[in-house]
Structures are given as C-alpha cells and as structure tokens.
C-alpha cells in the first residue's frame, strides 16, 4: 500500500469482529474456580456519624466467609487529587450509599443477604446537599480537620468544604466595568448526569501462587488503578498486575477506583478469588456521576458587541469526597470565555463538598457545564444587542497569535473555519422563522488533556508488526486509529497489525483514556516508537545491503537503497535473520510527555492540570419546534462542526460526533439524578431518562481539519466537543421560538411550560 493512503481512509475497527461474534470478555464473564461474591453494605443516611457496627448475626449466615469493616482493613486514605477517601466509612458516613462493610460468601444471594443482617447504629449528622449552602455560615463540616489531607496534586486551595479552587484573572476587570457601555449577569444551574453504561461495574481480584494481586476490571486507567491499590494494599506495583478486560462503557466513569479495594481485601483475606459485580442501583448511588454546577455569569460589552470584561464564579459540587473536583472545576474556569477574546477577566470556579453521592469525569468534564452557561449568556447578549448571534460570535472570536486566559499563545484555532461551515450547511443566514419553531447556535473551545504515554512495536519472525500499549479502547475506537498510525508510518497494511492493550504486567505506562488524549498522545508515541523500531531496521538492513542507511528506506515492506532500488531486503528476510543471528525482534518503543506551554502563573491560581497541549474546536445549529400547551421540545435537526485538526479514520471521527451529540442531547432535555434530601430517587434506567435511538434528530456532520502543529499528522481529538454543544444550542433555539430563556438543565416540558407561564404573567 502506498504511502498516504491509510490515514484519512475509513477503516473498520479493529475489535468490531470479536465484539460482534461475542468473543470479547468484559467484567461479567470472568469466573474462576472456588470464586467468592462480594457485596457491599451502604449507609441509609447522607450524614452520620457510626457509633457501633455488629457483623455477628450475618458472619453465623451459612457461606459466608469473611466480612470487613473499617477496623479490619488499611487505615489509610486515598484520593485521586486529595488523600480524602477511607477505604471503608469508619468514623461517619458522608453520602447515602457509602460503603461501611463488605462480604464474601459463596454466593451473590448470600453475600447480600448478610449484608442486610448486619446491623450498625448511627447518630444522624446535619447534612447539606446544596454547594451554595455548603459556603454559607454555619454550614456543617463535611471533612472536619481536611488541612491535614495530604494531596496527591500541587498547589490546591483548600478551606472549609472547598477542597479544590481555581482562580484565573487577566486584564483590569474594575476597567473592563467603566469601558463598558452595558452590562448582562446571568445565574445558570446544571443537573447531575450519570454516564448511563450499558456494563456494570464488575471486578475479580486474586493473589496468585507467588502471592502477587491480579485484578480483572472494566477500567480507562490500568496504571491508576494498580497506583491506588499499591496505596491501599500496603503492596509495591511490581506486586500487583491490573488486566483490563473489554469496556463496556466508560465515558469518564470508569476513570477511577470503584471496588476493585474491595475485592482485592477479601481475596486477600480468604486466599480466594473474589468478584463483586455492581447493580445499576448501586452504580447511580455509589460511583461517579457528572458534577452538578452552579454558575454566574458577568459580562460587559461595547454598544457595537465587542466583549470587554467578564466576571464568573462556579460551583461545582462534588459529594461526599474530592475525587476529580479539583481538576474539574479547573477545567470549567478554562472554558468558561469560550472561544471569545475577552480583554479583561476574573474567575473563581471551586469544587465544593456536599452529602452526595461521588462525582468524578464525565465525558467533557467542567467544559460541558461552563459551555450551556457561556454559550446561553452569549446568545442573550447578541439578542438584547438585536445582533445576529452568528455575527455576534465572529465579532469576538479568537484567533492565531491570541493569548489564552490562562497564558499560553494560541495556535491551530480552528474556530472560525468551523463556524463558517455549521453556518453554510444549516443555511444559518437564510433560515425560515416560523411559529413555535426557533434556531439555536452554539460554539465551544475545550482543552485537550496531554500527559504521558509510552508505545512498543514488535517485529515478528513473519515481518508482522506488533503494537503494545497501555491506553484502553473502551468503544471510542482508539486502537484503529493507533493501528493506522503504525500502519502509515510503517507502510504496512494495517491488516498486518495486531494491537493489544490493557495489561500492567505487559504495556508501558500510560496516564488513560480519558480527555481527547489517545489519538493525540499515544498516536504521537506509536509514530515515536515506529521511528525507533526504522532506526533499528535500516542499521541492520545498512550491513546486509551494503548501503548506508541513511540512505535507506520503507517502502511497501521492502527495506530498499533510494539511490539503488534493486539493492532491497524484506521485513520477513530482515526479521528472520535478527531473530537468528542477532538474538531477538527489533522492538521500537518511546515514551511521550505532551508539549505544552506553561501556564502564566500570575494569572493562574489553584490549577492542579498542567497546561493543555491544543484545543479543540467545533459550533453547532440546531433548529427545534416546541408545543406551547405542553412545553414539549422537538428537535428536528442539528447541524454540528467540529475541527479534527486531522482525521484519521473518518467513520470514527463522525461515530465519535454522532454519539457525542446523542449524550448531549440526553443531557440537554431529560438526563438528571434527582436527589430528595440525599437520596437518588431514580437509581435505575426506567426512572432515569436517556435517549432512545427513536430520539434521534435529522444529524448533519461536517469536519474541518486545521492542523495541530504537535498532534499526529495534525491530528487532535473530537470526543469531548460534541457533548458541549447541544444543551446551549436547544435553550437558545427555545428562546427564538417562544420567547423563553431557560437557565437551568435539563429543558423538561415542564421546566418550558413553566417559563411560558412566568412569561406571559410578567406581561400582563
């Protein structure tokens, strides 16, 4: 195959046959000889303190096998930014659905029902659910004595129940108020979303013969989860090996630890295997969900719609530990100018404590909530302004050459190109008004996360390559494209390529599959190691040829002299003679840190991120019809944009899109955990609304490609974008056709219903 012809190509994924002939393993399917069931006992109270714990009842239950409570395991804390988080709740509960005990039987009925019989006596604390409330005076403590929490991140500002606060300012905001001919404030509030998996939670641990941990989980981060089982378990890594099975699901959720401690604590104490699979009730009451926010929005503009200044502050509520936070709300003050020149600022975005459940990433964290916030509050200005939203944007939109918020000089700003095309395919400049039908324009600009990742590629005896990475393909559809980056750089068929991820024991380290990153940092490895591997080949391929190598080249799997193209050997030829005579494959490798640049530490306080390495842009229209008698929002079309820097595989670039757009959606209009005094009253998928494929509008995709300087062949990720854009995009379509501006997600009939009556009472 010649080059330039596989990236850009659509190929089909690379794990779709094993998925669709149900060869594939996920959580559920492991099962072992003499495995033990575990299950956990939660706590009935948002805020208690446990007084006493009495296991004797449940331990005489027949097949039961062991049972732990806080004085049985480590007494350490762990946490992904602040060490906050006991192993099991020992001294109080601080969210309903806290684990206190768990249980190994020989069977799941079993283990459950001891866990009913043990009993625990409690003395019911004042809870708060709200972050608002939770600053205000005299609210209670959710962490008495947190100052003395370790961090596992620099630099976090911590007081109270804030546990994580990031502030950025630039310009002269006091300045920014006296140049600005008018002013806008704005108060947006946006619900808790949980990630709506299709797979449980499901772990098996065991210690081997050689009394090394082996865990078997559904996770985006195997090198995280086996760091955080070193912590807890007292082990060194080398002592624990993490094999990620196939992910059902992970959009963010399955970033963190969840009960692998768990399993790997009863395996440890009974000297069996241990699985402990999930309820849905149990996901949406114990493990992570989208963070709900609070934000308000100041902003000063020119008569002519130039921005000036703005001033916001977000609350982010994180539950009952700190978990990602700190980091999302960092993430939030980053988006929250949008991709808008804004020549003065003041930020002050924090993650608060409440009685709630955890909440940690979900697939655009903190940007997904500053964007419905940014973007609605824009669309207002435009309209007071009676400007064009679409005019509006352009007037303000950042370009090359522009510095950030944040510090950094921006570059690739794909931004405006974006716009232009959402514009031409929705006919933005000649869409028809008609009654009770409006259009809605949103834009997003969102970081890309870098970090580290590190790739191997293997020649084998045959001239087949082989790609071992640590990054996780939990659907997104990463290990095609990383097999046709090898494949371009190797010009091999990407047939010829086999991919295999997910085990401690075998990968070199990466940071996970999570914020944008795989296609941009470990397709930026892979291209690194490849190189590696042709430095490798073309020396040994420079003595058998009698050519120089730097003389040498790869093409179509043939080594060859470009002065001299008869002068050539095959992978297979040189592949077999390394093997035989030089001892073993060539094996290219390399290990990536993302490019960045610093943050402006002046500006920037509290950030527990390092700056990203690019940006990701894309807009969106929407045009929607809503019922006046019943507040019913229809979406009949959505035509969205987004800049891939360079497409890889464009069938998972437009499957990324599409999915994306389907979880915002969900999120715009029927997607929220509903909380009654800290209980989730609808912990399963019945009372829990998402979109069914019935629901889907008329989607139509277009792809820029600005390319990104440091991202492979120009490449960067699309998967965040698309799950930002669309709740905006619909309150904005709302208000053009009814006249109503709906600040508060998700945009239920009701929520509609009542603001056409609010409206039409302030008229009278």
Same mark, same amino acid.
């Given at each position: 195959?010649?080059?330039?012809?596989?990236?850009?190509?659509?190929?089909?994924?690379?794990?779709?046959?094993?998925?669709?002939?149900?060869?594939?393993?996920?959580?559920?399917?492991?099962?072992?000889?003499?495995?033990?069931?575990?299950?956990?006992?939660?706590?009935?109270?948002?805020?208690?303190?446990?007084?006493?714990?009495?296991?004797?009842?449940?331990?005489?239950?027949?097949?039961?096998?062991?049972?732990?409570?806080?004085?049985?395991?480590?007494?350490?804390?762990?946490?992904?930014?602040?060490?906050?988080?006991?192993?099991?709740?020992?001294?109080?509960?601080?969210?309903?659905?806290?684990?206190?005990?768990?249980?190994?039987?020989?069977?799941?009925?079993?283990?459950?029902?001891?866990?009913?019989?043990?009993?625990?006596?409690?003395?019911?604390?004042?809870?708060?659910?709200?972050?608002?409330?939770?600053?205000?005076?005299?609210?209670?403590?959710?962490?008495?004595?947190?100052?003395?929490?370790?961090?596992?991140?620099?630099?976090?500002?911590?007081?109270?129940?804030?546990?994580?606060?990031?502030?950025?300012?630039?310009?002269?905001?006091?300045?920014?108020?006296?140049?600005?001919?008018?002013?806008?404030?704005?108060?947006?509030?946006?619900?808790?979303?949980?990630?709506?998996?299709?797979?449980?939670?499901?772990?098996?641990?065991?210690?081997?013969?050689?009394?090394?941990?082996?865990?078997?989980?559904?996770?985006?981060?195997?090198?995280?989860?086996?760091?955080?089982?070193?912590?807890?378990?007292?082990?060194?890594?080398?002592?624990?090996?993490?094999?990620?099975?196939?992910?059902?699901?992970?959009?963010?959720?399955?970033?963190?630890?969840?009960?692998?401690?768990?399993?790997?604590?009863?395996?440890?104490?009974?000297?069996?295997?241990?699985?402990?699979?999930?309820?849905?009730?149990?996901?949406?009451?114990?493990?992570?969900?989208?963070?709900?926010?609070?934000?308000?929005?100041?902003?000063?503009?020119?008569?002519?719609?130039?921005?000036?200044?703005?001033?916001?502050?977000?609350?982010?509520?994180?539950?009952?530990?700190?978990?990602?936070?700190?980091?999302?709300?960092?993430?939030?003050?980053?988006?929250?100018?949008?991709?808008?020149?804004?020549?003065?600022?003041?930020?002050?975005?924090?993650?608060?404590?409440?009685?709630?459940?955890?909440?940690?990433?979900?697939?655009?964290?903190?940007?997904?909530?500053?964007?419905?916030?940014?973007?609605?509050?824009?669309?207002?200005?435009?309209?007071?302004?009676?400007?064009?939203?679409?005019?509006?944007?352009?007037?303000?939109?950042?370009?090359?050459?522009?510095?950030?918020?944040?510090?950094?000089?921006?570059?690739?700003?794909?931004?405006?190109?974006?716009?232009?095309?959402?514009?031409?395919?929705?006919?933005?400049?000649?869409?028809?008004?008609?009654?009770?039908?409006?259009?809605?324009?949103?834009?997003?600009?969102?970081?890309?996360?870098?970090?580290?990742?590190?790739?191997?590629?293997?020649?084998?005896?045959?001239?087949?390559?082989?790609?071992?990475?640590?990054?996780?393909?939990?659907?997104?559809?990463?290990?095609?494209?990383?097999?046709?980056?090898?494949?371009?750089?190797?010009?091999?068929?990407?047939?010829?390529?086999?991919?295999?991820?997910?085990?401690?024991?075998?990968?070199?380290?990466?940071?996970?599959?999570?914020?944008?990153?795989?296609?941009?940092?470990?397709?930026?490895?892979?291209?690194?190691?490849?190189?590696?591997?042709?430095?490798?080949?073309?020396?040994?391929?420079?003595?058998?040829?009698?050519?120089?190598?730097?003389?040498?080249?790869?093409?179509?799997?043939?080594?060859?002299?470009?002065?001299?193209?008869?002068?050539?050997?095959?992978?297979?030829?040189?592949?077999?003679?390394?093997?035989?005579?030089? *001892?073993?494959?060539?094996? #290219?490798?390399?290990? /990536? @840190?993302? !490019?960045?640049? %610093?943050? $402006?530490?002046?500006?920037?306080?509290?950030?527990?991120?390092?700056?990203?390495?690019?940006?990701?842009?894309?807009?969106?229209?929407?045009?929607?019809?809503?019922?006046?008698?019943?507040?019913?929002?229809?979406?009949?079309?959505?035509?969205?944009?987004?800049?891939?820097?360079?497409?890889?595989?464009?069938?998972?670039?437009?499957?990324?899109?599409?999915?994306?757009?389907?979880?915002?959606?969900?999120?715009?209009?029927?997607?929220?955990?509903?909380?009654?005094?800290?209980?989730?009253?609808?912990?399963?998928?019945?009372?829990?609304?998402?979109?069914?494929?019935?629901?889907?509008?008329?989607?139509?995709?277009?792809?820029?490609?600005?390319?990104?300087?440091?991202?492979?062949? *120009?490449?960067?990720?699309? #998967?965040?974008?698309? /799950? @930002?854009? !669309?709740?905006? %995009?619909? $309150?904005?379509?709302?208000?053009?056709?009814?006249?109503?501006?709906?600040?508060?997600?998700?945009?239920?009939?009701?929520?509609?219903?009542?603001?056409?009556?609010?409206?039409?009472?302030?008229?009278?």
């Amino acid at each position: 195959m010649a080059k330039n012809e596989i990236i850009g190509r659509p190929f089909a994924r690379v794990d779709g046959r094993r998925k669709a002939c149900g060869d594939a393993v996920y959580g559920p399917d492991i099962k072992m000889p003499g495995m033990l069931h575990a299950k956990f006992l939660a706590s009935p109270y948002p805020h208690a303190r446990i007084v006493h714990v009495d296991t004797e009842k449940a331990e005489k239950l027949s097949g039961v096998k062991t049972i732990l409570t806080a004085k049985d395991v480590p007494q350490v804390c762990w946490g992904l930014m602040v060490k906050d988080t006991p192993v099991l709740a020992g001294d109080k509960a601080r969210f309903m659905g806290e684990p206190l005990a768990v249980v190994a039987a020989t069977k799941r009925e079993i283990a459950e029902e001891a866990a009913e019989l043990i009993q625990v006596e409690y003395e019911e604390l004042k809870p708060v659910f709200d972050p608002e409330e939770a600053l205000g005076p005299g609210a209670p403590l959710i962490h008495e004595g947190a100052e003395a929490y370790a961090c596992a991140m620099p630099g976090l500002i911590r007081y109270g129940n804030v546990c994580g606060q990031t502030k950025i300012s630039g310009g002269d905001p006091e300045q920014g108020w006296r140049e600005s001919d008018l002013i806008f404030e704005d108060r947006f509030s946006t619900p808790v979303q949980h990630h709506g998996f299709i797979e449980p939670h499901a772990v098996t641990a065991r210690f081997d013969s050689n009394g090394r941990l082996e865990i078997w989980t559904s996770t985006q981060a195997i090198f995280a989860i086996r760091m955080a089982l070193g912590e807890i378990m007292g082990l060194p890594l080398n002592r624990i090996r993490v094999i990620g099975t196939e992910v059902g699901g992970g959009f963010g959720g399955k970033t963190d630890i969840t009960v692998e401690h768990f399993c790997a604590l009863l395996a440890r104490m009974t000297g069996k295997p241990v699985k402990m699979q999930l309820t849905r009730s149990e996901m949406m009451t114990y493990t992570s969900a989208r963070h709900g926010c609070v934000i308000h929005l100041k902003t000063g503009v020119k008569k002519d719609g130039k921005i000036v200044t703005r001033e916001a502050r977000l609350l982010f509520d994180t539950g009952g530990y700190a978990g990602h936070g700190p980091g999302v709300a960092a993430l939030g003050a980053n988006t929250i100018l949008g991709p808008y020149r804004t020549p003065h600022f003041k930020i002050d975005s924090l993650s608060v404590y409440t009685n709630k459940m955890n909440f940690s990433f979900m697939r655009g964290p903190g940007g997904v909530q500053a964007g419905f916030a940014c973007e609605s509050h824009m669309d207002r200005i435009a309209r007071e302004l009676n400007l064009d939203p679409l005019d509006f944007r352009i007037k303000n939109l950042i370009s090359d050459g522009d510095t950030s918020a944040t510090g950094q000089r921006m570059e690739a700003v794909g931004i405006q190109e974006a716009l232009n095309s959402v514009a031409k395919i929705s006919n933005w400049k000649q869409r028809k008004k008609s009654k009770n039908r409006g259009w809605g324009l949103c834009c997003c600009q969102y970081e890309l996360v870098g970090m580290t990742s590190s790739a191997l590629v293997k020649l084998s005896e045959d001239g087949s390559l082989h790609l071992v990475i640590g990054a996780i393909d939990h659907g997104q559809g990463s290990s095609t494209v990383l097999a046709q980056i090898l494949a371009q750089e190797m010009d091999i068929p990407a047939d010829q390529i086999a991919v295999t991820v997910g085990d401690t024991d075998t990968a070199p380290y990466d940071t996970g599959t999570f914020g944008d990153r795989v296609t941009f940092n470990m397709g930026n490895a892979v291209i690194e190691a490849a190189r590696d591997l042709k430095v490798q080949l073309f020396s040994g391929a420079a003595a058998m040829l009698e050519s120089p190598a730097e003389n040498l080249e790869l093409v179509g799997q043939m080594i060859r002299d470009r002065d001299n193209p008869e002068k050539a050997i095959s992978l297979l030829e040189l592949a077999m003679g390394s093997y035989f005579f030089q *001892g073993g494959a060539p094996m #290219g490798k390399s290990t /990536v @840190l993302a !490019p960045f640049q %610093a943050y $402006a530490y002046e500006k920037v306080e509290g950030n527990p991120y390092p700056a990203t390495p690019a940006h990701t842009y894309a807009c969106q229209v929407v045009e929607v019809s809503v019922d006046r008698d019943t507040g019913m929002v229809r979406v009949e079309n959505i035509y969205s944009c987004h800049d891939a820097g360079r497409m890889i595989n464009p069938l998972g670039t437009e499957g990324q899109i599409q999915g994306g757009i389907m979880m915002g959606l969900g999120y715009a209009l029927w997607e929220e955990v509903v909380f009654d005094g800290g209980r989730v009253t609808n912990p399963n998928l019945i009372d829990y609304k998402m979109p069914f494929a019935i629901n889907q509008p008329k989607i139509r995709i277009a792809v820029t490609e600005t390319k990104t300087p440091n991202g492979p062949y *120009g490449a960067r990720g699309v #998967g965040n974008p698309p /799950v @930002l854009l !669309p709740a905006a %995009a619909i $309150a904005n379509a709302i208000h053009d056709a009814v006249g109503v501006r709906i600040r508060e997600l998700p945009l239920t009939p009701e929520r509609v219903l009542f603001s056409l009556k609010r409206e039409a009472a302030n008229k009278k």
